[in-house]
């Protein structure tokens, strides 16, 4: 395969992975949002763990950002 159109796969491949795990990411989020909602009074550490998987999300974004650029 040609340096060219090799770079051109390899660049659509990870637009591609980019797509695939920011989808995966918004289903993820929306799924925290909600049970924070269902789970208002939910225990610290309950808290704790909601938290740290939505801020995870946010960082894994944060990095799809900083390889598509």
Avoid: W
Wanted: hydrophobic share 35%; charged share 30%.
């Amino acid at each position: 395969m040609e340096p060219e159109k090799n770079e051109t796969v390899n660049i659509e491949v990870i637009r591609q992975l980019r797509h695939d795990i920011r989808n995966e990411l918004s289903g993820m989020i929306l799924c925290i949002e909600q049970l924070r909602y269902e789970l208002a009074n939910a225990p610290e550490d309950q808290q704790y763990y909601m938290k740290s998987i939505s801020e995870g999300c946010i960082h894994i974004d944060k990095f799809l950002d900083d390889i598509g650029s």
